[in-house]
């Protein structure tokens, strides 16, 4: 049972090269969720996914791009990467939006600009 | 504004011994209220939630959280630590099911 599956695991990029974070998931879930983890701020949400073919911004969503590209995908793009992007990524799932759903989050990305 | 405040960076306990992780929210609204556990590495794991259905909620690994609307806390507890409980703990609060706030995180040791 594989949940919630990013690639990759690990990047390093120059600033100003671009790359897609990866994120898929084999629950069956309608809603997908992307988040940003630094150290002493938590997770905050980049952009999330309600159902199928929607995309709203979440708190941080300046400097990347998403596209939900079926039920199972949700891909996480920085055009530009700047230092400020070093991060560590966590794709997360749920089989809905609503006040009491439950998250399930892939392993990471571990995310390093240069 | 609506927030959640996690009032210990770090806590520390013996292995045997009670674990306390403090969680506070402000909010005009009864949110849903979690708690999630990262072990190191790891994505984040579910440990309980307040669902409204009962003010003690009992999660998996024994341990389990109070809602006290009064003080607008959910404090996690454990009766006795393990030394695989280590790991960084994080409240979480939902006002309108879109999006989840979580807290800055409490990284929890444990000590034989």
């Known amino acids: 049972n594989a949940g919630v599956t990013q690639t990759p695991k690990f990047q390093v990029l120059k600033t100003g090269q671009s790359m897609t974070l990866q994120c898929a998931q084999d629950m069956n879930h309608n809603s997908m969720y992307w988040y940003r983890q630094d150290p002493g701020m938590g997770l905050r949400l980049i952009y999330y996914?309600?159902?199928?073919?929607?995309?709203d911004k979440g708190e941080v969503p300046n400097g990347y791009n998403v596209s939900r590209l079926n039920k199972r995908e949700f891909s996480l793009r920085l055009e530009s990467a700047a230092p400020s992007q070093t991060s560590v990524y966590f794709c997360?799932?749920?089989?809905?939006?609503?006040?009491?759903?439950?998250?399930?989050f892939g392993s990471g990305t571990q995310l390093s600009v240069l | 504004a609506q927030s959640v405040t996690q009032l210990d960076s770090h806590v520390s306990v013996s292995e045997g011994t009670p674990v306390l992780l403090r969680c506070n929210y402000s909010?005009?609204?009864?949110?849903?209220l979690f708690w999630y556990v990262q072990h190191p590495n790891k994505g984040l794991q579910l440990l309980l939630k307040y669902t409204s259905a009962a003010t003690l909620v009992k999660g998996i690994n024994g341990f389990e959280a109070e809602f006290k609307k009064s003080e607008t806390s959910f404090h996690l507890t454990k009766p006795s630590a393990h030394m695989s409980d280590a790991a960084e703990y994080f409240c979480v609060v939902s006002f309108t099911g879109n999006q989840f706030y979580f807290g800055t995180g409490t990284s929890l040791t444990v000590i034989p």
């Open positions: 996914s309600a159902s199928e073919g929607t995309t």
């Open positions: 997360a799932s749920s089989e809905n939006t609503g006040l009491f759903e439950k998250l399930f």
């Open positions: 909010s005009s609204y009864s949110p849903s």
